[in-house]
DNA sequence: TCGAGAATTCAACAGTCGTGGAACTCTACA
DNA sequence: TGTAGAGTTCCACGACTGTTGAATTCTCGA
């Protein structure tokens, strides 16, 4: 709404969930320091003071537009539940799922691009996906090793994401779904359960 | 050698060579944009103005620097000697030496941290990893599906990289050359020469 | 109806960035 | 010895960054 004067607007005028918007497209395009605070107050039609008005500086509003959908509770089941040699199938269905879903993706892209340059971020993907994600999930397995589990996972799931998802990188980005879970299932499948020794 | 004073120095001062070392360990350490011409200009002792003088835009620094003491025809008839069956085991340990080595260690760091968020970068890393060193590797192989197959392979490679050498994710970070090979190798096994679907 | 406070903009500050030009000094070769 | 050119610095430009303070206009509860 930017008329050009200042003071408030008559109305509800949607500034602070078009910002939100905004924020979350540029970090998932751009990264946590590609994307400016002007440019992000550009896409939402506002002034950039309203956006520290609202978010105070700039990491509180990364951390407001990208903020995790997933539950690490939520998947522990998923994996226990079913036969064990599917364990990697069940796995790769569900992070595919989410991943498909374009509104959590730009959350997750954000959060994957920033995790590379800012040292910050790098914590973070750390302590969200690995230790609050794939940390209760893998642990709920009751396996050995688990912490190395975790990482191996997560090496993979980095690894599918940035190519598939990121980077977009062919023909892996327009594969089938079934392609996709075909090809990493028993990856997915080994790093959970299976023995890992050479 | 800043002396404050302008003009040449006598002798060999080996500027060019401290500016290249410079670039290489901090496009490594930051990426594409957060490594400053005027940063690298400052470990290197020099004035920033003779990287320009040298390199030209900052661009033509960045392929100066990082550059690929890697060749595709190299890896192809490494992975096609000795047993079939062994083949992702050689593959992982080539891998690995590779990236044990310090020296390559920071090009390679600056290339994948730079590829998450410069769009160039990124296309240069599709071309350069995938289609220049795997591809050709894969290609060797003879197996169905190569392209879809240099994919995977750069999706678990990306991924292991980024977390044991980049992010330093412990404890894939401290585990023995044996430990990640023996739990990588079949992973990479599949990707090369075992059949894929579902 | 009045006043507190929310929403919004403008203008400006102090940094940093990449790059270009001009000037200076040394080297190498004719 | 003279001179073209390589090496090197300083300075400045214009653009962009995140952030702050003040001013303005609207909303809503007392």
Redesign the pocket.
């Known amino acids: ?16 969930e078009r910002i939100l918007e905004a924020a979350r497209q540029r970090f998932a395009d751009h990264g946590y ?1 590609g ?7 550009a896409d939402a ?10 978010f ?4 509180r ?1 990364f951390v407001a537009a990208v903020e995790l959908p997933i539950d690490g509770r939520d998947i522990a089941p998923l994996l226990s539940s079913g036969p064990r040699e599917e364990t990697g199938e069940r796995f790769a269905r569900f992070f595919l799922s989410i991943w498909e879903d374009p509104r959590p993706r730009a959350s997750l892209s954000g959060m994957l691009r920033s995790a590379i340059t800012d040292a910050g971020a790098a914590a973070m993907i750390r302590e969200l996906l690995l230790v609050r994600i794939l940390g209760p999930a893998v642990a709920a397995l009751g396996v050995g090793d688990p912490e190395l589990r975790v990482t191996l996972l997560g090496s993979q799931v980095i690894g599918l994401a940035l190519l598939r998802y990121v980077l977009v990188v062919e023909p892996l980005a327009s594969a089938s779904l079934d392609t996709v879970v075909g090809a990493f299932a028993p990856t997915f499948q080994r790093y959970l359960v299976e023995p890992l020794g050479p």
Chains 1, 2 share one sequence.
Not at 35 to 41: F, K, L, P, V, Y
Not at 56 to 59: A, F, I, M
Request: proline residues 8%; aromatic residues 2%.
């Open positions: 709404m930017r008329t050009g004067k200042t003071g408030r607007r008559p109305g509800r005028s949607g500034s602070r320091d994307a400016s605070i002007r440019a992000i107050a039609d506002v002034d950039p003071a309203l956006i520290h008005h609202y105070g500086p700039k990491q509003l």
